[in-house]
Nanobody, 124 residues
Framework: QVQLVESGGGLVQPGGSLRLSCAAS????????IGWFRQAPGKEREGVSC????????NYADSVKGRFTFSRDNAKNTVYLQMNSLKPEDTAVYYC?????????????????WGQGTQVTVSS
């Protein structure tokens, strides 16, 4: 059974950093395009970053570009989202998602597998 499990969320002050992890079971992440998404209360889920297994590209939403970094550790079958210079507007539940071998996309409907999410709260 495919599982994606996010971890690393928490409460952080503005300007702080967090590193989110997404660990997979029953699928090899190096064959999958991975997306990071977030959903704030009352808002639609939005794409934050994606990394393609088909062409090696990595993209970021304009709102996080220069602050967030996507990385993979294929040996651990885990992907990460390093989040720096966090702002209150980054507060949301963060999800990772996977789809096999597609170009990088931050469209929610293009992904087949989803984690349960991890809460990130940026507040003083």
């Amino acid at each position: 059974q495919v599982q994606l499990v996010e971890s690393g969320g928490g409460l952080v002050q503005p300007g702080g950093s967090l590193r989110l992890s997404c660990a997979a079971s029953a699928l090899a992440l190096d064959y999958y395009t991975i997306g990071w998404f977030r959903q704030a209360p009352g808002k639609e889920r939005e794409g934050v970053s994606c990394s393609s297994s088909s062409d090696g590209s990595t993209n970021y939403a304009d709102s996080v570009k220069g602050r967030f970094t996507f990385s993979r550790d294929n040996a651990k079958n885990t992907v990460y989202l390093q989040m720096n210079s966090l702002k209150p507007e980054d507060t949301a539940v963060y999800y990772c998602a996977a789809v096999i071998r597609r170009p990088c996309t931050m469209l929610v409907g293009r992904y087949d597998y989803w984690g349960q999410g991890t809460q990130v709260t940026v507040s003083s």
